[in-house]
């Protein structure tokens, strides 16, 4: 059960440049959320969806975009890499009742 | 969002037992969560409880939900050195879709 898969792991990115992160969930879940985790500063919610073809933005949208066209995938899109978007983002997936969230093991990005 | 506080560091011996403490501010709170952070690793859920519970025990977890005072805590029985981790608290409102989490509570277990 591979549960939410996260790629890449690691990814280092120059100031303009733009990539996408790719996350997929295997558990037919409906929802799914973009997190980033700074030092220190718990996790932040960048967007989120409550199904495929609906998206949501979080406390933290500014710099990226993300899409939903199948319930496994939700990518996240960085368009112009800035230094401030360095972090470990994090993809999350849950069951709607009681919000249960599974995460993946996240991406770790540095923008220099 | 609203607010989600959590002590920053816990130091325990093992055998001792962990009771790391958390507030949260929304009223309307629903489920809340307790996450589990190893070094490098994404979040691993521990345990969650209802809003019109007030205690819950898994093993060696309890949680204890004071409603009143906003108030949640997980205690670890019997802390072992392979507890030490970071320990987020997390809540979902009865209006929100995702989780608003703590900064996380930074556990060492010392021999």
């Known amino acids: 059960n591979a549960g939410v898969t996260q790629t890449p792991k690691f990814r280092i990115l120059k100031i303009g440049q733009s990539m996408t992160l790719q996350c997929t969930q295997d558990m037919n879940h409906n929802y799914m959320y973009w997190y980033r985790q700074d030092p220190g500063m718990g996790l932040k919610l960048i967007y989120y969806?409550?199904?495929?073809?609906?998206?949501d933005k979080g406390e933290v949208p500014n710099g990226y975009n993300v899409s939903r066209s199948t319930t496994e995938d939700f990518p996240l899109r960085l368009e112009l890499a800035a230094p401030s978007q360095t972090s470990v983002y994090f993809c999350?997936?849950?069951?709607?009742?009681?919000?249960?969230?599974?995460f993946g093991q996240g991406t770790r990005l540095t923008v220099v | 969002g609203e607010d989600v506080e959590q002590s920053l560091f816990l130091s325990v011996r093992e055998g001792d037992s962990s009771v790391i403490n958390c507030t949260y501010t929304d009223s309307s709170s629903t489920y809340l969560y307790w996450y589990k952070q190893e070094p490098g690793a994404g979040l691993q859920l521990l345990t969650y409880i209802f809003s019109n519970m007030d205690m819950k025990q898994d093993q060696r977890l309890t949680v204890l939900l004071n409603k009143k005072d906003k108030h949640l805590s997980l205690r670890i029985a019997d802390t072992q050195t392979g507890d030490s981790a970071i320990y987020f608290c997390a809540e979902r409102s009865n209006s929100g879709y995702a989780l608003n989490f703590g900064k996380g509570t930074s556990l060492l277990v010392t021999p």
């Open positions: 969806s409550v199904g495929a073809g609906i998206t």
């Open positions: 999350a997936s849950s069951y709607p009742v009681n919000g249960e969230a599974f």
